[in-house]
């Protein structure tokens, strides 16, 4: 039996990867959502249409796929000097985003999968920003928050609001919510 090995970073596979997102995401800006098609994508990134079924199965996995790469982290969070500061800026700015029109858009397109197979990958983005903000903390000598309070206390609520009751959370619900989370340890 022969061992499937596992695409090569930098090698075709990248390379396919790499034009199929891009053709997602300029055929959204050009023509929307409404406008994207597998045929579409395929024409427009060089590669047959069997190439995006045989990878992403479908329109809605390959969705996801460019969602949740668009939703990893470009940068380490803001360092303003304190774990509170450094916590309640990144908790802002990431609901910022995850309440526009493209952040629900992304939402939506991981969750709308079978499965929900790119969420995995969205809970060890959030996670990893947390604990490089949880680190810094430690490392400045204070007592950070555990990482799981902070999910089940702050962005489990938040998000929920921004997916479920159509919110979008306000700087002082975002603060309330922090406020309990690092008062209750």
Known sequence: MAIKSAPRPGGRSARVQAAVHKAVRD????????GLTVPAVASRAGVTPSTI???????????????????????PPA?????RGDLLA?????????????????????????????AGKCDGFIRQQIEAIRER???RGE???????ILSVV??????????????????AIAALFEQCVTRT
């Open 27 to 34: 055929l959204q800006k050009e023509q929307g959502r409404d």
């Open 79 to 83: 360092d303003t000097g304190s774990f």
């Open 90 to 118: 990144w908790l802002m700015q990431y609901f910022d985003e995850m309440s526009s029109t493209p952040g629900r858009a992304m939402l939506r397109d991981v969750l709308g999968t079978e499965n929900h197979a790119g």
């Open 137 to 139: 903390a430690l490392a």
């Open 53 to 75: 079924y045989r990878r992403w199965g479908g329109l809605a996995q390959l969705l996801a796929d460019v969602a949740v790469e668009q939703m990893r982290p470009d940068e």
């Open 143 to 149: 007592s950070p928050v555990p990482a799981d309070s």
């Open 155 to 172: 962005v489990a609520p938040l998000m929920y609001r921004i997916l479920f009751a159509d919110e979008t959370p306000s700087a002082n």
